[in-house]
T-cell receptor, first 111, second 117 residues
Framework: SQTIHQWPATLVQPVGSPLSLECTVE??????LYWYRQAAGRGLQLLFY??????ISSEVPQNLSASRPQDRQFILSSKKLLLSDSGFYLC??????????FGEGSRLTVL | AQKITQTQPGMFVQEKEAVTLDCTYD???????LFWYKQPSSGEMIFLIY??????QNATEGRYSLNFQKARKSANLVISASQLGDSAMYFC??????????????FGKGTKLSVIP
């Protein structure tokens, strides 16, 4: 069966520091991969999605970036975090577009 | 542009009763998909149910059913025989039917359901 893992689960970082959140999927090949952000009390906002290795689409202009170095690995990064980057970040995969299966989430607090 | 509206920030339901969570959507697409997700306090998002815009019958998955009224552009989630474990945030979401946009889900702001013993 397919599983998805993301880490770290929680992260507290100072403003201006770098960020790296990692997500891996097991049990499937060539999945579509996604990074969503959920601000406190809000719905989910799509940040990036990828349909293949090295293929990244950005939905929202921001100081975050994503990379897909391997088929089942998706990384969310920032060179310098802002206070507004705080939130709950969710990685997801799908085979059928839209039918998403989410990871456990990473809670980022920027101080 | 697509838009999902969930007008109920919070709902209460007695255990073992049924509850309906409202969702309306706005799209100019003919082909689209509608989803409901559950987010417990642990944070992970759990896929519950899917309805395609061309599906003539309402989707059902166990105690979950989707009351799809296309003309009204509504896709309400009905949970029958509520259980304490149903307490969570519930999100309605919509996907465009095809093409590059079909990879994107537009989410509503969610409804917090609390099941009372």
């Amino acid at each position: 069966s397919q599983t998805i893992h993301q880490w770290p689960a929680t992260l507290v970082q100072p403003v201006g520091s770098p960020l790296s959140l990692e997500c891996t999927v097991e049990g499937t090949s060539n999945p579509n991969l996604y990074w969503y952000r959920q601000a406190a009390g809000r719905g989910l906002q799509l940040l990036f999605y990828s349909v293949g290795i090295g293929q990244i689409s950005s939905e929202v202009p921001q100081n975050l970036s994503a990379s897909r170095p391997q088929d089942r690995q998706f990384i969310l990064s920032s060179k310098k975090l802002l206070l507004s980057d705080s939130g709950f970040y969710l990685c997801a995969w799908s085979v059928v577009p839209g039918e998403l299966f989410f990871g456990e989430g990473s809670r980022l607090t920027v101080l | 542009a697509q838009k999902i509206t969930q007008t109920q920030p919070g709902m209460f339901v007695q255990e073992k009763e049924a509850v309906t969570l409202d969702c309306t959507y706005d799209t100019s697409d003919q082909s689209y998909g509608l989803f409901w997700y559950k987010q417990p306090s642990s944070g992970e998002m759990i896929f519950l149910i899917y309805q395609g815009s061309y599906d003539e019958q309402n989707a059902t998955e166990g105690r979950y059913s989707l009351n799809f009224q296309k003309a009204r552009k509504s896709a309400n989630l009905v949970i029958s025989a509520s259980q304490l474990g149903d307490s969570a945030m519930y999100f309605c979401a919509m996907r465009r039917g095809s093409g590059a946009g079909s990879y994107q889900l537009t989410f509503g702001k969610g409804t917090k359901l609390s099941v009372i013993p």
